[in-house]
Every structure is written in structure tokens, then in C-alpha cells.
């Protein structure tokens, strides 16, 4: 075990110092968040709005306008009409004139705000729908060496919180900023046609608001841009936790685990309050400073009643005005804040949507032909990393129908053949071709949908026992499920559960045995009627006498398909067509099982050392 105070970084190969205010690992997507606020991003972000513009962007402006005129009208009809005209002139009858005017006007403003929240929440949902669509859609295309990169946790909060931080932004925050834009142009005309020389006295203030905002925007924007990277970190974290929660149990590491989340929990704290402090210090500022403006509108206003160019009706309504001047600002500067929050996330969102998979369908690519299944692997060199060769030189020949062994020590490159067979990766030298044809220079999907692949660690989705092997071939019927299950060997154990084939399996089918999730995966594989069949390790976690029926099974079900058969336990390859015997990436033997038992060469050493130890 470890010391007190330092990590095995099984990433970095060494011990690292255990600093509970940073990840474990740092990781690509956690780079320097100093970055210059993106205008063309910011274009980027509202192109989702696009869609819906011509819809209900037309009624949103007109719902806009209208509750911004009424809004404006208010005050003037108080101020002027009412006290200078109403109540300074005695009319009884203006004055409930005005007063009915103003009630109306209240009312068509809030009919207006309530059919323009309704429309812009509307539109937000739909933009964030699109954006969390195209974002889980994307990742769905990128290639395994992206996701070698990255925790799951960290991919996780692109999608949850990253997009749901912008649904602010996108159901209220733009229309509310558009409005306030134009409630602010039109109080400032409004005030310099009443009387320009107070108008401008009042507007004295406005460059110093401009100036707080602009000293203080570059830092909250950094500070909400660290509080998006701790709560990656966080999420990277629980996922790795969670995920080895029984690793944890076992070496009775629950107190380091919590002590290092307590760690990183309280740097995300202080890193939220610190961001908070600073976005909830510009309201007071733009406060104190709209306080100082209203000190000299009634100084300035005073002096101009004195002199007989400014009656008090007129300085109730610019006092009005001015109070609804100072709100918009106040709000824009709130709103600013938050696009800040909403631009920290779509850096986030937009550097995985910018993400090229390394793996793609090349201009031209042509679907696969339904194949016999001959493959052959010519001159085969492949790194994961520039100048760390995984395979050095391989050749390998599958004619339709053989079954083909794949053995050796681990790190040998059993697994990454297997990867390049269903072009997960790209060889770095020569080629791999199914029937002739170069699996780079024919599309994806037609490829991958004539292989099929059982891995030791089979994956069960949360759902029913017939959906999960549904996802093999998502138009078969429940006789031709029962068929494949039947075939495997798992329709007994299937039948005896509650629920049969209907029953619901927990995550992961943790509900299951090893053996039982581990047919199940060959019943989903066999579904799909592929031409070549990859078991990988696929026995390894069967007890004796379900590898048995496996094996009478896999007889009758890989007649006709090539096979690529992946397997530590020698004995269920005695009767592949070919036994490849891989070393550091190379082929060092080659035969049937007599052959390389007569042979007496390595597999002959892997066969005896395995039955001295049964």
C-alpha cells in the first residue's frame, strides 16, 4: 500500500503527492481556463435559436415591445398629465382619465409578459433539447483513443450540468436583456426630449457603471470558469469511486477515499463562494452608483424648479424614469454574470463538438458488401502512442469459416488485433482487409454491422432480459430471441427467473451472475447474425460446467462464420483451424493444437504451466 500523504498514479507510473485540492489526475479537458471571452462563440451559442426564429420569434418582439411601450408610458402620464396637468389644473376628470389609462396600461403589460415568458421558455427548451441531442450524438461518434483520454465522469458533466447551465440564459436571460436594452434607449430619449440639460446630468453616471462592469467582468468570468472545472473534477471522481466501490470495501480504504472527496468537495466550495462574492458585489456597486445619480437629479431638478425651467410633475417623472434607468442596468449587469456562466460551460460544450473522431468514414468510403468473412492482416504496425509499438509486423490469415486463436501474455496485442479487426483504431503501417476489401475505405456502420463482439467484461443495460439482447438486432421477433437463447444455453435460467424474458434487470445486471450476463451477451451477439464472430476473454468468467454447454453451443453456431477467439483458458482453443501465438506484439508461433504441442515451443509452455496449476 501506499504511504500516508502519497498516490500510486497507476497514469503517470509513480507515486504523486495526494493534494486533496486537485484531481488525482490532471486531464486534457482541464487545461488553462484563461481565455479571452469569445464573440464568435458567442454566435455560435444563439445559432440553436435559428430554428425557431421565424416561429415565435416574431410574437416574442411584438409581446416585447408592447410591454416595454407600456411600461415607458406610465410614468409620463403620472407625472406630467396627472400632477402638472390633473391635479395642478383641479380636473377632476383627467385625473380618473389618467388613473384608468394607468391600469390599462398595466394590464396590457402584464398580458404581454405573460404570453412572452410562456413563448421564450418554449423556445429555450427546445434550444437546450437540441444542444444535449447534438452533444450526446457526437460523442456517440468518437473514437475509442478519445475516451482513453478521459474519465467518464468528466464526459458525464458535459452533457448534465454544462447544458443545463444554459437554460437560464436561453428561457429568460437573452429576451430579458434584449428588453432592458430597449427600455434603456428609450428612457434615455425620453428624458433628453423632457429636458436634456437634467437628462445629462443623470447620465453622468452611466461611464462610471460601464467602467466597474468592465474591471470587474474578466474575473468573474475566470472565477465561474474554475467553479465548471472543480465540479468536473468532482464528477470525474464519484464516477471513479462509485465504479470501484468494492476495491475501496476491500482494502478498507474509506476514510483516505472520503478524506481526499472532503478535499476536493470544500476547494469546489470555496471556489463557488468566491465566484458568488464576486458576482453578487456588482448589484451593490451599480446600486450606490444609481444612488449617486438620483442624489443629482434632485439637486440639479431642485435648482431647475428655482429657475422656473422644470415644474415638479416633470421631476416626478424623471425621478420615474431614472429609477426604471438604474433597474436594467443593474439586471443587464446580473445578466452579464450569467452569460459569463453560460460561456464557461459552452467552451466546455463546444471544445467536445469540436472533437474530430480519429476514426471516421474516409470521402468516398463505400458500404461493406455482405462478406464471406476471409481476413487478412498484412504487415500490421500499431501504436497507441508515437514510438511505443503495440504490434510490430503482423500477418495474419483468415480464410471464411476458420476459427483463429489469438494467445499470448498480457500486453502481448491479442486485444489490439481485435480493436483493428473492427477498426476501433487505425494501424499505423499495412492494412487490414475483410475480402479484399481495406476496412479504412468502406463505411463504419456497414463494417461493424457484420462483426460481432463478446467481451469478458459484458455490459448489461439497465431493462429487461429481452430488450438487452434485442440490442443485438433491434427488428428481431421473440421467436428468434428464444431461438438464440435456446442455442446458448440460457433460455432455462432465463425462464426460471420471475419475469422470464420480461424480467428487469438492475444496472450493469448486477442481479445476474457473471455466467448468466456473460450468455446473455453471446445471445445478443449471435442475434445479430454476424459473418465474423470475436470472443474476447468471453469464457473466462464461466464456471466449468457452463463452459461446457458454451462450448457444444459455439460448435453448431460458429460453423460458417470466422471466428477470432481470444482466451487465456488454453482448453477452450484445442480445436481452432489456427493458433497464433503473440509475444510484445510479435508472432512467434503459429499451428493447430497438435502442432504446437509437437512443436514444444512457447504454447507448449503455456499449456503445461496452466495444468499444473489446475
Excluded at 70 to 90: E, H, Q, R, S
Excluded at 137 to 150: A, G, M, P, V, Y
Excluded at 587 to 599: D, F, P, Y
Amino acid at each position: 500500500m501506499s504511504t500516508h500523504g502519497e498516490k500510486f498514479n497507476p497514469k503517470l507510473g509513480k507515486k504523486a503527492q495526494s493534494d486533496p485540492n486537485q484531481s488525482r489526475f490532471v486531464y486534457k479537458d482541464d487545461d488553462d481556463i484563461d481565455k479571452a471571452f469569445n464573440w464568435k462563440q458567442f454566435g455560435r451559442l444563439f445559432s440553436y435559436m435559428r430554428p425557431y426564429a421565424k416561429q415565435m420569434l416574431p410574437l416574442i418582439l411584438i409581446m416585447t415591445v408592447l410591454g416595454t411601450v407600456t411600461k415607458l408610458a406610465v410614468p409620463y402620464l403620472t407625472g406630467v398629465v396627472a400632477i402638472d396637468g390633473a391635479i395642478k389644473g383641479g380636473d377632476q376628470k383627467l385625473l380618473y382619465i389618467v388613473t384608468a389609462a394607468v391600469l390599462g396600461l398595466y394590464l396590457v403589460q402584464w398580458v404581454a409578459n405573460v404570453f412572452r415568458i410562456r413563448y421564450t421558455n418554449i423556445i429555450g427548451q427546445r434550444v437546450i433539447y437540441d444542444i444535449r441531442s447534438s452533444l450526446f450524438k457526437h460523442i456517440q461518434k468518437l473514437s475509442f483513443n478519445f475516451f482513453d483520454k478521459r474519465p467518464a465522469g468528466s464526459v458525464l458533466v458535459r452533457v448534465t450540468n454544462d447544458v443545463n447551465s444554459l437554460q437560464d440564459l436561453f428561457t429568460n436571460g437573452a429576451v430579458n436583456a434584449m428588453i432592458d436594452c430597449v427600455q434603456l434607449a428609450g428612457i434615455m430619449v425620453i428624458l433628453l426630449l423632457i429636458n436634456w440639460k437634467l437628462g445629462l446630468a443623470v447620465m453622468i453616471t452611466v461611464p462610471i457603471m460601464f467602467f466597474i462592469s468592465t474591471k470587474l467582468r474578466q474575473k468573474i468570468r475566470m472565477a465561474w470558469q474554475d467553479v465548471r472545472l472543480k465540479n468536473s473534477r468532482i464528477n470525474s471522481h464519484l464516477n471513479e469511486a462509485i465504479q470501484g466501490i468494492r476495491v475501496t470495501q476491500a482494502y478498507t480504504q474509506e476514510k483516505e477515499n472520503m478524506k481526499f472527496f472532503n478535499g476536493m468537495n470544500a476547494d469546489s466550495r470555496k471556489s463557488w463562494n468566491r465566484a458568488s462574492t464576486m458576482n453578487q458585489a456588482f448589484g451593490p456597486m451599480i446600486e450606490i452608483t444609481g444612488g449617486f445619480g438620483s442624489m443629482i437629479l434632485f439637486w440639479y431638478g431642485t435648482y431647475l424648479i428655482q429657475q422656473g425651467e422644470v415644474t415638479v410633475g416633470l421631476l416626478v417623472t424623471f425621478a420615474n424614469y431614472v429609477g426604471n434607468f438604474w433597474d436594467p442596468i443593474n439586471r443587464l449587469g446580473q445578466m452579464y454574470n450569467q452569460l459569463l456562466v453560460a460561456m464557461a460551460s459552452s467552451e466546455r460544450i463546444f471544445e467536445f463538438l469540436d472533437e474530430e473522431p480519429s476514426i471516421d468514414d474516409k470521402p468516398g468510403a463505400k458500404p461493406l458488401p455482405k462478406i464471406r468473412g476471409d481476413v487478412n492482416l498484412e504487415k500490421v504496425v500499431f501504436e497507441y502512442e508515437p514510438g511505443r509499438q503495440a504490434l510490430k509486423g503482423i500477418d495474419i490469415e483468415a480464410k471464411a469459416g476458420q476459427s483463429i486463436a489469438l494467445v499470448g501474455h498480457t500486453g502481448s496485442g491479442k486485444s489490439t488485433i481485435i480493436n483493428l479487426l473492427s477498426r476501433f483504431y487505425d494501424v499505423s503501417e499495412g492494412s487490414v482487409k475483410l475480402d479484399g476489401n481495406d476496412v479504412r475505405d468502406v463505411k463504419l456502420e456497414s463494417l461493424r454491422a457484420q462483426i460481432g463482439i463478446v467481451l469478458q467484461d459484458t455490459f448489461i443495460f439497465s431493462g429487461t432480459i429481452r430488450e438487452n439482447i434485442r440490442f443485438g438486432r433491434l427488428d428481431a421477433t421473440d421467436a428468434e430471441i428464444e431461438e438464440v437463447t435456446r442455442a446458448v444455453k440460457a433460455h432455462d435460467f432465463i425462464m426460471a427467473l420471475p419475469g422470464g424474458y420480461d424480467t428487469e434487470v438492475e444496472e450493469r445486471g448486477s442481479a445476474l451472475s457473471m455466467g448468466q450476463r456473460q450468455l446473455l451477451s453471446f445471445a445478443r451477439a449471435l442475434l445479430a447474425d454476424p459473418r465474423i464472430l470475436i470472443l474476447d476473454e468471453a469464457t473466462a468468467s464461466i464456471d466449468t460446467e457452463t463452459e461446457l454447454r458454451i462450448q457444444e453451443a459455439l460448435k453448431v453456431l460458429l460453423e460458417g462464420r470466422t471466428s477470432f477467439i481470444v482466451a487465456h483458458r488454453l482448453s477452450t482453443i484445442r480445436h481452432a483451424d489456427k493458433i497464433i501465438v503473440l509475444d510484445h506484439g510479435e508472432i512467434k508461433e503459429q499451428g493447430t493444437h497438435a502442432e504446437l504441442i509437437k512443436h514444444g515451443g512457447i504454447y507448449n509452455g503455456l499449456v503445461e504451466a496452466q495444468f499444473r496449476f489446475l
